[in-house]
């Protein structure tokens, strides 16, 4: 049964004085101030891993702080195993009972079972911690997007028919120990699709690419057929492996559809096809295109940032698809005030976020100087009180590009390293919620 906090996990708290150490201490002390918090992380986990009956299993308590030792120092749950097993600082943050050290299976099973809105609740403790200790008000803020990528390759459509192959090959070998009655023939066509997939990467010309484009879209239809030959001869078949078989053929077939349908636009009738309508990743299909500016395309999610004067990271969204950063600007200021119960007294943005409308808006909810790093047409008058407030907010705003580039270096936020949509939100939020609460800790008065 899971329990919420470890019985008598240790006598002492036996943290190193490495700056490591003293910053994991300051970093349990905090958690140790809002028992509240433990009950969210012990509801997603009684949800969705272990039952309320049998032995006990790693506390709600010492996952959520593995997760953040996790976060913390960007470790594998290998790593995290090892070092949870070797270093005292960490079992002493982690609160893990004195003759039991959890294995990595453990850990990535109980970890990745915390939901993001956990994980935003968490982070809305911290900055009420931090504005009742006067190191973040909220009365200035910055606004920038950043992109996270998600955990697959540059995509091609060649690459994504030879994953689709390589998908059915695998349900059709599963499905031979599902059927009743004469066995199941089929033809494994892996081999054919890779020797396709590479002629296109190092053909050149288009008519011979498009050749082995017709070749390759055909061995994807052949094997579609396979699968749905299979898929009739496990409809009477009553189990829970034929029962997951078919949930996987839901999940993957109209993707795979989808995939021969945006190869045939493209390759074949030349058609250029919308970035909403194409599937890049077979394993990942929410990732989104996201274009920047001139910079290379990315695949993933688009993330915008609030940020307040202290450096802590007031607010994440991960948007859907690749929205323009004007559009977004009023919603997250919404959110800000929502959160805060008022309009922050100043406020800077990229340039991306301007125009005449969102200027309009945010003087209209209370925000006395609202500079843009770009003027795109608007009169620093217009925006703040005189040129030096101007420079200042546009110097300000640029700090949390440093933010940014901490999160991403340090605390994993460049790529996501989990699985589909819900944890990679919730993979994006603890990122943050580490260095919110790292950062908190070395603000904090002593």
Request: aromatic share 8%; with cysteine; glycine share 6%.
């Amino acid at each position: 049964m899971r329990q919420e906090r470890t019985i008598q996990a240790s006598l002492f708290d036996l943290f190193a004085e490495h700056e490591i150490g003293r910053e994991l201490k300051a970093m349990s002390r905090w958690l140790d101030e809002h028992p509240e918090l433990i009950a969210l992380a012990a509801g997603d986990l009684r949800g969705r891993v272990v039952k309320d009956t049998g032995r006990h299993g790693l506390s709600a308590d010492s996952a959520l702080r593995c997760a953040l030792l996790k976060q913390h120092r960007q470790l594998s749950y290998e790593e995290l195993a090892f070092h949870l097993e070797d270093s005292a600082s960490f079992r002493a943050f982690a609160r893990l009972a004195l003759s039991w050290t959890p294995k990595k299976s453990v850990l990535h099973k109980t970890i990745s079972a915390i939901a993001a809105q956990t994980w935003e609740a968490i982070n809305r403790s911290v900055l009420a911690s931090a504005s009742s200790e006067k190191v973040e008000s909220g009365e200035v803020i910055r606004i920038d997007s950043t992109v996270t990528g998600a955990l697959m390759h540059a995509p091609s459509d060649s690459s994504l028919l030879w994953d689709a192959v390589r998908v059915m090959s695998r349900m059709l070998k599963s499905a031979e120990g599902l059927v009743r009655g004469p066995r199941l023939v089929w033809r494994n066509r892996g081999r054919a699709a890779k020797r396709r997939a590479f002629a296109i990467r190092y053909t050149r010309g288009r008519p011979g690419r498009v050749q082995h484009y017709r070749e390759l879209v055909k061995i994807t239809r052949a094997m579609l057929a396979q699968v749905d030959e299979a898929a009739k001869r496990l409809e009477l078949a009553v189990s829970p492996m034929s029962e997951a078989w078919r949930v996987t053929l839901a999940h993957y077939r109209p993707l795979i559809e989808k995939i021969v349908d945006q190869t045939v636009r493209r390759v074949f009738d030349g058609q250029s096809v919308p970035a909403r309508e194409k599937i890049v990743s077979l394993f990942e299909p929410h990732a989104d295109i996201i274009v920047k500016g001139g910079r290379d395309t990315q695949y993933g999610h688009k993330l915008n940032l609030v940020a307040g004067r202290s450096g802590l990271v007031l607010d994440l969204v991960v948007e859907a698809g690749n929205p323009a950063d004007s559009e977004r600007f009023l919603p997250m200021l919404e959110r800000h005030i929502t959160f805060f119960g008022k309009a922050p007294r100043q406020a800077a943005a990229d340039g991306g976020y301007a125009s005449g409308r969102n200027l309009d808006e945010a003087k209209a909810r209370g925000v006395h100087d609202m500079a843009f790093h770009k003027k795109v047409g608007l009169r620093v008058e217009d925006m703040v009180r005189s040129r030096w407030v101007y420079r200042k907010l546009r110097n300000f705003r640029a700090g949390i590009e440093a933010g940014i580039s901490c999160l991403k270096r340090a605390y994993g936020l460049g790529r996501c390293t989990w699985r589909g949509l819900d944890h990679f939100k919730a993979y994006v939020w603890s990122s943050v919620v580490a260095y919110n609460l790292a950062l908190f800790s070395q603000l904090r008065p002593t």
